[in-house]
């Protein structure tokens, strides 16, 4: 049985279609399972669990070979990077241990303990955790998510007519498709042993966020007013949300980081390791998230 936490967002319905299509067992570990009334077609066991409960987690992952982790505390009611990415992480490789299960974390390219993002700081942690913990374990770690930002621009294009940009957009950024990262999950899940490597994961394209809004546009048939949030406005909400509306502050400090911090990537070496991944560019994943796009994605 593979146990995939986090099984019902973009990258894990992606890893759960491949992984089923190999006809292997498959359970999905969600805390909402309103969210994954699109995998009943797969046929897999959804399991309600808390990342964030250590009780439940023990529980969702008992019989498992392997566990798969591709949870994120970034965004969302009541979760953050510390409870959900670097506390829930803990949980199940916790579980996973119990069970005897060989454990896949998904990471970012970029996780250090002195990041200025909170997110890169907890997957850092996380992974430590994971190296210390004893068992058979792989770190796949990726750049941004095409799909992510595009969410983000392409609901503001159609709600208002507008494409937020934090900053001034001109910093180039590594964009990976969720595609490709499922594919290398499903490799080192399915094909490979779990040895005890990291993977470093990113796509062909070094973008700005200016040109992924422009391409975005083109790919959608639709323009818009692209709307910049200066760099001073993100430095007061990240100060003063702190509090308040931590999730906006945390938005604001990683929008910050990105606009100003070196975000490219050379996936070529891990390419290399992994011919036969698919190297999808920023106009064909944006081309298929817009065809292919779920309200629940």
């Known amino acids: 049985m ?30 909402e399972p309103s969210r994954a009334g699109h995998l009943q077609k797969c046929h897999v066991d959804i399991v309600t669990a808390d990342v964030r409960d250590a009780a439940s987690v023990i529980a969702a992952v008992a019989g498992a070979r392997t566990v798969v982790s591709v949870i994120h505390g970034f965004t969302g009611a009541g979760v953050s990077p510390a409870s959900v990415d670097e506390g829930g992480n803990a949980n199940l490789i916790d579980a996973a241990g119990k069970a005897g299960a060989a454990f896949v974390l998904t990471s970012i390219v970029g996780a250090s303990p002195t990041s200025p993002m909170e997110l890169f700081r907890a997957k850092y942690a996380a992974e430590q955790y994971l190296m210390r913990a004893g068992v058979p374990w792989t770190i796949v770690r990726a750049t941004a998510f095409v799909e992510t930002w595009a969410k983000i621009m392409a609901d503001s294009l159609g709600a208002n007519g507008t494409i937020p ?20 999950l499903e490799m080192v899940t399915a ?82 390791t ?10 064909t994943a944006l081309e298929h998230y817009v065809r292919c796009k779920r309200p629940d994605a």
């Open 274 to 283: 992994f011919p036969t991944l698919p190297n999808t560019d920023v106009r």
């Open 191 to 272: 094909d490979e042993p779990t040895s005890g490597r990291a993977i470093d994961l990113g796509g062909p394209d070094n973008l700005t966020f200016n040109a992924f809004a422009a391409l975005l546009q083109q790919v959608v048939g639709r323009s818009g007013k692209v709307k910049h949030i200066p760099r001073t406005a993100l430095r007061a909400i990240g100060l003063s949300m702190t509090w308040f509306k931590p999730e906006l502050a945390r938005l604001a400090r990683a929008a910050m980081a990105m606009d100003t911090l070196p975000m490219t990537f050379d996936a070529s070496d891990t390419r290399r």
């Open 165 to 184: 940009i934090f900053g001034r957009g001109e910093n180039p950024i590594n964009f990976v498709s969720a595609v490709d990262v499922a594919a290398v």
């Open 2 to 31: 593979i146990v995939v936490a986090g099984g019902t967002g973009t990258l894990g319905t992606l890893l759960v279609q491949r992984l089923v299509a190999r006809s292997l067992p498959v359970r999905v570990l969600t805390r």
